[in-house]
């Protein structure tokens, strides 16, 4: 059995509640605190060197731009109506059929999970 020592036990809590945190979110609070929080407590703790953490967070760079791209466009979709009109669009095609509507509801979600990136 390998050694745990207090250390990575402390990690593993805090990477568990920050978990359970962005899973749950307790007192109604956004997903990205509990993260952050998590995050944050293992450099506060020493638990994560904070120039392990600085590093970690500059690699990753490109993904935080394309997400936050994908989260503008999602916004101005959604201001605009564009998920709407898809859902519309989908009901009307469907000439009250339950099948056709299940079908294009399916369609319809895809696109939508696709244009909306993972939220």
């Given at each position: ?19 359970v ?82 079908l ?15 939220r």
């Open positions: 059995m390998p050694d745990v020592t207090v250390a990575t036990g402390a990690t593993w809590a805090i990477a568990a509640l920050a978990t945190g962005v899973i749950g979110r307790p007192m109604r609070w956004p997903e990205w605190i509990w993260a952050v929080a998590g995050a944050v407590l293992l450099v506060i703790l020493g638990l994560l060197p904070f120039g392990v953490a600085a590093s970690a967070t500059a690699k990753g760079l490109d993904v935080y731009l394309f997400l936050t791209g994908m989260m503008l466009l999602s916004e101005t979709a959604r201001a605009h109506g564009v998920f709407d009109w898809i859902a519309a669009t989908a009901v009307n095609r469907a000439n009250k059929s339950t099948g056709r509507l299940f294009l509801r399916a369609q319809t979600s895809a696109v939508i999970c696709f244009s909306r990136g993972a």
